[in-house]
């Protein structure tokens, strides 16, 4: 995810399975996980948005980007993720990736939902890559 911050702003992008009557578009309820910036922090939230995972950003302002890789083995399981914001790694608060937590599979996800809010338009793009040794969203 790449775009330009604001204390004030907020960009995110929700990622699910399009269910049936399938529309084509993500509802909320569709999505397995919701990841972005709001308001000074990245955040996680999980598919019944019941849990929220957060990360002080390095700076509240300016051009920022998040990157999270997850790694899956030949079977495509996936095997772990990590986090950046830029060069610096990141430690969302409370979240534990032993056991690896099922909202955070790539396989899982058929659709992709961006929504951003705020008085400044943030600039962002996106484009996912299904790689051999695993898949890339990138948000700019």
Not at 3 to 16: E, K
Not at 90 to 109: E, I, T
Request: net charge positive; hydrophobic share 40%.
């Amino acid at each position: 995810m790449e775009f330009s911050a604001t204390p004030s702003n907020s960009v995110q992008v929700a990622l699910g399975r399009d269910a049936p009557p399938c529309d084509g578009r993500l509802g909320a309820e569709e999505a397995g996980l919701i990841a972005g910036w709001d308001c000074g922090e990245w955040f996680l939230r999980p598919s019944g948005l019941k849990e929220r995972y957060v990360c002080a950003a390095r700076s509240a302002s300016g051009r920022l980007t998040l990157t999270v890789s997850v790694r899956l083995d030949a079977q495509g399981v996936p095997k772990s993720a990590s986090f950046r914001d830029g060069a610096s790694d990141l430690a969302f608060v409370g979240l534990s990736l032993a056991p690896f937590p099922g909202w955070l599979n790539p396989g899982a996800w058929t659709r992709l939902r961006v929504t951003s809010r705020g008085a400044v338009a943030p600039g962002e793009n996106i484009r996912v890559v299904f790689a051999p040794d695993g898949a890339r969203i990138i948000i700019k």
